[in-house]
């Protein structure tokens, strides 16, 4: 048996009701009073290419205030397993459908899942789903989950929609864990869901992964308050002979949670406008370990079928990428009107690294000039130095990272083929110089002078004191410094202050596999970029042409990990990495580039466990990236282009902080809704768990427990919320937690070359028809209700 919890504070006020379903089957009736009409979202003639398909269809919303009261699947049984809708302000893409990506761009929510043999339900009579004018949802996106090959499909949604108001407005929050190791030969028991108060244990609701994937009801009314917690536990079986884990197929496995909620909606604004964003979103990672140890041994009794669940168990799961993609790839918005993009782009040549000074806010481009990097100027690895000499221009360019504009230029006649470039925690400039094959390092109240060169001018050689193409920098806090030794040669080496050899390590390739077909550990394919997190002891290299990061030990050398960015049909060259900088975590940073990426984006990656978080592009594209540099706290990134002057040189992105979405990530990303919001919050259908073999962790309640149990609670409680924590990131509390939660306003070349080379159809919305039908009767027990005024800051710890 396996077990896998989640846990975490809950940061707003809830009442739930009972709310309860009737399976009418693939039929929905209302009354002709609440104004209903129907609209339908589907694929037309669509013919899958392979097993496990993903396939999203857009509809544009007319421009009025709508709400959303219920959901049809318009499917054959042979078909969509599985149907995930989205709201959004903006679709992914243009395009009718698209299978890649994600839903949307932009502020998203989901608002409905529905799996294979689901009973079907609506809303209650005073609960609907805000979208359209004075929301930020202006589209839905409908994502149908193909299991098998088929031609010739028409399925997808059927929305029941009104123009009359509601009394609240419903949302859906995602919870659950991608901590996933299943030994063979073990045997699931059940999914279970609880809140923890003031030392009290509460089951929510407690479920089987087999059943059908859907929103099910609650036995009674729930309240669930501000700083309360919540915790849930995935238990599986493994009948196969093999290790499962998470993956996206219908062979491996996934544990996740959701929970539909309502709320009281926001007033209107003065301007006339309302802002609506639900409270919370997700929910993600074990937080509060101390709080989840306190599952109680029952949570593994399964619990009885309810009569009104339906149809064949259902083994087949959604997997959580699909649904946490529409979460974080909006995380960062590309500011486009950065001032002075077109002047800059004819000041600049190629871009070889870019590195921030925060402390006067300048962006440092350390560029070629007139200069490329081109067969001429070499022979072998010998730069033609009497031919050419060095680049007469400025090099070194100063930027204003609020404007855009050129602040100061330096570095004429001083370098020949610029590369690297690092500032350390002293403001020290870091350089490469691949022609020169050395490394510089300059103080900034003495630009003219280097106070350091390692390496010998103009001659390459793999001795303790030689480089052959340096390509980066990393440095520690005592001045002891890493070198990426990366073009022709296949090391890091380590140096002391002074730049006195230290230790080394790493090969070319053997051209022997590891057991995941990739090159063995330490073997390189050009060293292009190191990042260092000392708090972790973690230092992490670009493995460029082998498609990987590689991580060690930074005082012992010794391999941690390999990273892989994306799956090995995906051709995907790394060629930056750097680690979000004053956040006490290991978040990662990655750009790809290089002509055989073709479609190039920015990474953020768990560096201790290989994680990857989220990925997103530039809306103006990227075309050949080669540095990438992350601001404090990570609020501002930037990526400079190694093309001679593009259209755009230089991407900068900046933290999304509109103010009704509120963003956190322990391994993924958690949503908060907009500041002090009033809430009366209806948690109707909590479980909807998806597993392969046992996908899901359905909600439940847990009863009082053993007094001393409670005392232990209490003082566990105690310490998480005492633990504060204040280095300003955005990303707050993916490691750590507040003792509170404050209000946060939040808006929201050549070079290419490979190592060792010898120098010598049409959308089918429906949207016109307008049927209408009659509403089922929902029964609906409400609690006394309950409001608390909620007060969040995202914490400020990474």
């Not at 280097?450 to 520690?476: H, I, T, W, Y």
């Not at 010898?758 to 027990?781: F, R, Y």
């Amino acid at each position: 048996m396996n077990n896998f919890r989640f846990a975490s504070i809950n940061i707003l006020s809830v009442i739930i009701i009972l709310a309860i379903i009737i399976n009418c089957g693939y039929s929905i009736s209302t009354s002709n009073e609440d104004d209903l009409f129907t609209v339908n979202i589907t694929v037309n003639n669509y013919n899958t290419k392979k097993e496990d398909e993903y396939v999203y269809i857009q509809y544009e919303l007319p421009d009025e205030e709508l709400l959303i009261v219920g959901f049809l699947p318009l499917i054959t049984m042979n078909s969509v397993h599985h149907i995930l809708s989205f709201a959004c302000s903006r679709p992914y893409t243009d395009q009718p459908y698209w299978t890649a990506g994600g839903a949307c761009k932009g502020q998203q929510k989901i608002i409905h899942d529905w799996g294979r043999n689901a009973p079907l339900w609506t809303l209650p009579k005073d609960v609907g789903i805000a979208v359209g004018r004075n929301t930020p949802y202006k589209y839905i996106v409908i994502n149908l989950h193909y299991l098998s090959i088929l031609k010739n499909d028409y399925s997808g949604t059927q929305l029941l929609m009104t123009r009359k108001p509601r009394k609240y407005h419903a949302a859906i929050a995602l919870g659950g864990t991608h901590f996933i190791r299943l030994e063979p030969k073990t045997h699931r028991r059940v999914n279970s869901f609880y809140r923890v108060r003031d030392g009290e244990v509460s089951l929510i609701i407690k479920g089987d992964p087999k059943w059908s994937q859907a929103f099910y009801p609650l036995p009674s009314a729930f309240e669930i308050r501000n700083n309360d917690y919540i915790m849930g536990q995935c238990v599986y079986d493994n009948n196969d002979d093999r290790v499962i884990t998470v993956g996206k197929t219908h062979t491996d496995e996934m544990c996740n949670v959701y929970a539909m909620y309502s709320y009281e909606p926001p007033k209107t604004a003065s301007n006339g406008t309302i802002r609506d964003s639900p409270p919370i979103q997700t929910c993600w990672g074990n937080k509060v370990s101390e709080i989840a140890r306190l599952i109680p041994p029952d949570s593994e009794i399964p619990p009885l079928k309810p009569i009104y669940i339906g149809g064949v168990d259902d083994v087949h799961h959604v997997h959580v990428e699909h649904t946490m993609n529409s979460f974080t790839a909006n995380l960062y918005e590309n500011v486009e009107n950065w001032t002075d993009v077109q002047s800059l782009s004819a000041q600049l040549g190629e871009i070889g690294g870019i590195a921030l000074n925060n402390a006067n806010n300048e962006l440092i481009v350390f560029h070629r000039g007139s200069r490329k990097w081109e067969f001429k100027y070499f022979s072998g690895n010998i730069f033609r130095n009497e031919d050419y000499g060095p680049i007469e221009d400025d090099v070194l360019v100063h930027i204003d990272t609020c404007t855009g504009k050129i602040k100061f230029r330096w570095g004429t006649k001083k370098f020949y083929m610029p590369n690297g470039l690092t500032i350390d925690h002293e403001g020290n400039f870091w350089l490469t110089d691949i022609a020169m094959h050395q490394v510089f390092m300059f103080k900034p109240n003495d630009l003219n002078h280097p106070a350091l060169v390692v390496g010998e001018m103009f001659k390459s050689g793999s001795g303790r004191n030689q480089f052959c193409r340096p390509a980066d920098v990393a440095v520690m806090k005592n001045g002891d410094f890493f070198v990426a030794d990366g073009y022709c040669n296949s090391r890091i080496i380590k140096f002391n202050r002074k730049g006195e050899y230290l230790m080394e390590w790493g090969s070319s390739m053997s051209g022997k596999f590891d057991s995941d077909s990739s090159p063995l550990p330490n073997e390189w394919n050009i060293v292009h970029s190191l990042a260092l997190n000392e708090d972790a002891q973690l230092l992490c290299g670009v493995d460029r042409e082998n498609f990987r990061i590689q991580c060690f030990n930074s005082n012992t050398g010794v391999f941690q990990r390999q990273i892989h960015i994306e799956e090995k049909e995906n051709i995907c060259a790394i060629y930056a990495i750097e680690f979000a900088p004053n956040t006490k975590g290991t978040i990662l940073f990655a750009v790809t580039g290089g002509e055989q990426t073709l479609n190039k984006k920015i990474y953020m990656i768990n560096a201790q466990n290989g994680e990857i978080l989220t990925s997103f592009e530039s809306s103006s594209h990227l075309i050949a990236p080669q540095d990438i540099t992350v601001s404090t706290n990570a609020r501002e990134i930037y990526v400079s282009e190694l093309v001679s002057s593009p259209n755009k040189p230089l991407h900068k992105f900046k933290s999304n902080k509109q103010e009704n979405l509120r963003t956190q990530i322990s391994n993924i990303l958690i949503y908060f809704s907009d500041k002090n919001f009033r809430i009366f919050l209806i948690i109707m259908a909590t479980t909807f768990v998806i597993l392969v073999f046992a996908s899901v962790i359905i909600g439940c309640i847990i009863r009082k427990k053993n007094k001393r149990k409670f005392h232990r609670l209490n003082a566990s409680v105690n310490d998480v919320k005492n633990n504060d924590t204040s280095s300003g990131s955005i990303f707050s509390g993916w490691m750590n937690r507040r003792k509170r939660f404050e209000k946060l306003q939040q808006y929201l070349d050549d070079e290419n070359e490979p190592l060792h080379i010898d120098i010598a159809d049409d959308e089918n919305d429906n949207s016109g028809d307008e049927t209408i039908t009659s509403i089922p009767k929902i029964q609906v027990t409400v609690l006394k209700k309950k409001k608390d005024t909620i007060k969040l800051k995202l914490d400020d710890s990474l």
